[in-house]
């Protein structure tokens, strides 16, 4: 069984549009995250949401929402998007808050 | 948050033990260390945490000094597969709100 699913693998996308990234843990874990992978491999984190609380890297510009439909689910809802937001996304759980046990397959988000 | 240094990369030979050593000199009182490992094209993998002194597991060992200053992860008889970047990550697990943040990381190269 997959312990971190996102969907889907690969996003190609034009400039201005409004594209959404799911994931899904089955783990039971009481935190998930979201990361971005940039061309020269960084990893940052953009949101953490813990118990229902939701906590946000400041630099995340606002065109970036997550959304928590139930403690399993954290997806990641962009608008607008800009060039500069190709990357790779990660998705991540953990049972204790700040360090992210499993990972996603990671979202490859190509703006065109 | 603690700044790491790590070496941007290291090459061993197969069966050979490696050893990454990160340095992370303003490391607070409440500060852990966590290690991470990436393969290409996959979300990282947590490997080992730790306070102080040693910890092992079925995958690596850390070694913390006294002065906790350094830490070394310790991977026992190297193969191809070991190759990935490896992200040594200090934070404090115990308070606030902001999760581990990775660095960027040691590439290791295994060669047959």
């Known amino acids: 069984d997959t312990a971190v699913s996102q969907t889907p693998k690969y996003l190609v996308t034009q400039m201005g549009n409004d594209k959404s990234i799911k994931c899904e843990q089955n783990?039971?874990?009481?935190?998930m995250y979201w990361y971005k992978q940039d061309s020269k491999k960084f990893l940052k984190i953009m949101f953490s949401?813990?118990?229902?609380?939701?906590?946000i890297n400041e630099t995340v510009p606002n065109r970036f929402s997550p959304k928590s439909p139930d403690k399993a689910h954290l997806n990641l809802h962009i608008n607008s998007l800009e060039l500069g937001d190709s990357a790779v996304y990660f998705c991540a759980s953990s049972q204790e808050y700040r360090t992210p046990s499993f990972f996603g397959p990671g979202t490859r988000l190509t703006v065109l | 948050l603690a700044k790491t240094t790590q070496p941007i990369s290291m090459d061993s030979y197969e069966g050979q033990e490696v050893n990454i050593t990160c340095s992370h000199n303003n490391i607070a009182t409440n500060d852990y260390i966590t290690w991470y490992q990436q393969f290409p094209s996959q979300g990282p993998r947590f490997i080992i945490q730790?306070?102080?002194t040693k910890v092992t597991n079925e995958v690596a060992s850390l070694f913390i000094p006294a002065d906790r200053k350094s830490s070394t992860l310790s991977l026992p008889r190297v193969s191809l597969s070991d190759t990935a970047v490896y992200y040594c990550l200090v934070g404090d697990l115990t308070s606030g709100n902001t999760p581990l943040v990775f660095g960027k990381g040691t590439r290791l190269s295994v060669i047959a």
């Open positions: 949401y813990n118990n229902k609380e939701l906590i």
């Open positions: 783990l039971g874990h009481d935190t």
């Open positions: 730790g306070y102080k």
